[in-house]
């Protein structure tokens, strides 16, 4: 059950706010639709409940706020907008990664994949889905921790009809076994066909909170729709009519050879077409939008189907050949949405059916599994309804094949599959989850090896180079890194990776149900330096490893031998290439963007450092001399087994100017990260 109270978010500037304290409740088992044009809220309604975006007001999840949940994504599933994934990402690699994130097998994957028909398309990039197939794949994400509440923006937009009805099915089915739904809707006549409850928006404000036959009966406007070669004349006939008996009835003319009459019934329509003599070819109660205008939706569905045909059919041949026979049936009760009688009780009716026949494998499957852990038994009545549920399919295997064969097409895109099994066992929370889940983040797209290989391609070439035209130490020559550039490309390289691995968190937010849109977690912090420590470790090694080899290779043994104080130098380059990749990963988090991140670390020798030795060089009344020699002599000399030669190092490394301002900044970096994550928490 979901409970928002008083939501309200933060106003802009003049401008009023663009959410109002907005009240409602969805309940446990029923879908509940937030309705409103563009502009009245509904998003940021949301984000608000989510904990996405500031403002005031609170909102309960079965009785906790998300920020007292321990897992958040593991209680709401969660679908805004387009699926938030790196577009070179493949469509198993990144329900993979959630995995890893939220700590569930890796195996979910797979499942959840086979449950919405995707199967097929699990090595395909992100940036390759269609429409259908992108709302497929987000619709698994918010299903892939078994929760108990999914909350949808407007899942069914720019999808074909028989494409809503399956996310309506999948959702019914959700209900079905105690779960909340609670989605987001332009559309009147959507939110009266598929949800229980409509909360209808304007402008911020809650302007009714309605059941939806109330709303259907209240809100839309009910119209009876003709179709007749003589449309114009039958119009003009039934508005004489009208003002000869005093009725308000009012006639629209559609495209082609429609009519929408508005305030009669089609007992009158008919009447009157028969003492006219006029031939009608459709006469059926609908119910309308609020206004007129509202009678091309069935056209424009009609060319979206044609057009979503071939996408849908190439994602439905992962799906079970023996539920052919009971799409079939489910797409012969389900029909149009217009009726003979009034058109919202036996629309709901047909949705109803809809979802209890999708949902009666699922219901089978769990009855047999209640004995796992965290299931529970099914009531007599629900077993019951079971077998009822049936009865369809039993019909649907006496189908003629001629018949059986001409919906087969149709039968394939409207089968509604099972919802994924329930997860019996949590497991328990592990230190090591958000290593896997950076791991299988930095593992899934080529950027990091591509970017590795255009570094030490860079690196061999700069070093070659160097050695010909001659100056040069060996240790930069080694290095690949000439005394004009601030920094050699290792290191240059090992602050883009850093960067990139806060920065793509915040391009792509596939942690925002978890974590918000600014995932300042001191675990996935750890987890990022972690991983970026070892990548520029890797890339330092190889880059010394590559030039060196080059340098042999161009000119021999003279240029690649290995320098007396290899150890001091080899701590050097390990601590300024770590030290550069660390202040991308800093630089990331703190500012959210890849480019500051980058530049943060290209400012540390370009900035940082002439500043450091202005102020250390800079006029003063006491100096600092001989500061080095007595760091020595109270500390190196009371290691033991020879360790003051690490501390050396260290101390040379830190003792150099890029060293120095480097650890400033890294310090400076880290405080700034600590600090905005504390205040975030007491917030």
């Given amino acids: 059950m979901i409970q928002a109270i008083g939501l309200t978010s933060d106003p802009r500037k003049d401008l009023p706010p663009a959410v109002d304290d907005v009240s409602f409740e969805a309940r446990a088992g029923r ?129 074909s009809t028989r494409e809503k009805r399956w996310m309506h099915g999948m959702l019914r089915a959700h209900v079905a076994h105690g779960g909340t739904v609670l989605l987001t809707t332009p559309d009147p006549k959507e939110a009266a066909r598929t949800a229980d409850q409509v909360v209808t928006l304007e402008r911020g404000r809650v302007v009714a909170d309605q059941e939806a036959a109330d709303f259907a009966r209240t809100r839309l406007r009910p119209r009876v729709a003709v179709r007749t070669p003589h449309a114009p004349r039958l119009a003009t006939l039934l508005t004489k009519e009208a003002r000869a008996t005093h009725r308000s009835v009012e006639v629209v003319r559609e495209s082609g050879n429609r009519l929408s009459v508005y305030g009669s019934t089609c007992a009158d329509v008919g009447e009157t077409a028969f003492r006219n003599g006029i031939p009608v070819h459709q006469l059926a109660d609908e119910v309308g939008d609020m206004g007129p205008r509202a009678s091309t939706t069935a056209d424009r569905s009609a060319d979206e189907a044609r057009a979503d045909v071939a996408p849908q059919r190439k994602a439905a041949v992962s799906r079970p050949e023996g539920s052919r ?112 889940y950076e791991l299988r983040r930095a593992a899934g797209v080529g950027t990091g090896f591509v970017t590795c290989g255009a570094v030490l391609l860079v690196s061999a070439i700069t070093a070659v180079l160097l050695a010909r035209v001659g100056h040069t130490p060996r240790p930069r020559l080694m290095a690949g890194w000439p005394q004009q550039l601030p920094l050699p490309p290792a290191a240059l390289g090992a602050g883009l990776l850093g960067a990139l691995a806060f920065g793509d968190e915040f391009r792509h937010p596939a942690l925002a149900a978890d974590r918000g849109t600014v995932p300042r977690r001191l675990g996935l912090l750890a987890a990022k330096l972690l991983v970026t420590t070892a990548t520029a470790l890797l890339l330092a ?143």
């Avoid at 009780?345 to 999708?358: L, V």
């Avoid at 009822?388 to 087969?408: F, G, L, V």
């Fill in 325 to 436: 026979e009971q799409a079939a049936t489910r797409a012969r009760s389900g029909g149009p949405t217009r009726t003979t009688g009034t058109g919202t009780a036996t629309s709901s009716a047909t949705e109803s059916a809809t979802s209890s026949t999708a949902s009666a494998p699922v219901r089978k499957r769990r009855q047999r599994s209640a004995t796992a852990p965290g299931t529970e038994a099914r009531t007599p009545q629900a077993r019951s309804g079971d077998r009822q549920r049936t009865e369809p399919e039993a019909e649907a295997s006496d189908t003629t094949p001629r018949r059986r064969a001409a919906e087969a097409p149709s039968a394939e895109l409207d089968a509604l599959p099972e919802l994924p099994p329930p997860i019996s066992v949590r497991p328990a929370p592990s230190p090591l989850r958000p290593l896997r």
């Fill in 31 to 159: 879908v509940t639709a937030l309705l409103g044009g563009p502009g009245a809220g509904k998003t940021t309604v949301l984000r608000l409940m989510l904990e996405l975006q500031r403002g005031r007001g609170v909102t309960y999840f079965r009785g906790r706020p998300l920020h007292r949940i321990a897992h958040p994504s593991r209680e709401v599933g969660v679908l805004l907008g387009d699926v938030p994934g790196h577009p070179a990402r493949t469509v198993r690699g990144h329900l993979r990664m959630l995995c890893a994130a939220a700590g569930v097998p890796a195996r979910r994957a797979d499942e959840v994949l086979e449950v919405v028909g995707l199967v097929s398309l699990r090595d395909e990039r992100l940036s390759t889905l269609s429409r259908g197939m992108d709302r497929r794949l987000g619709l698994a994400c918010a299903l892939l921790t078994d929760p108990h509440t999914l909350v949808l923006d407007d899942p069914t937009s720019g999808l």
């Fill in 541 to 683: 090694v190889l880059t010394l490893g590559c030039d060196i080899e080059m340098l042999y290779l161009v000119y021999g043994r003279e240029l690649a031998e290995v320098p007396s104080d290899w150890l001091s130098l080899t701590a050097s380059w390990f601590g300024l290439v770590v030290g550069c990749a660390w202040a991308g990963v800093l630089a990331a988090g703190l500012f959210r963007s890849t480019t500051a991140g980058l530049a943060a670390v290209v400012a540390v020798p370009v900035a940082v450092v002439p500043v450091v030795q202005k102020v250390v060089e800079g006029p003063s009344v006491r100096t600092a001399a001989g500061f080095p020699l007595r760091i020595r002599e109270l500390l190196l000399n009371q290691w033991p087994f020879g360790g003051e030669r690490y501390v050396e190092a260290a101390a040379r490394l830190i003792a150099q100017p890029v060293g120095g301002a480097l650890t400033l900044s890294l310090a400076a970096l880290l405080g700034a990260f600590l600090f905005t994550t504390l205040r975030g928490k007491v917030r």
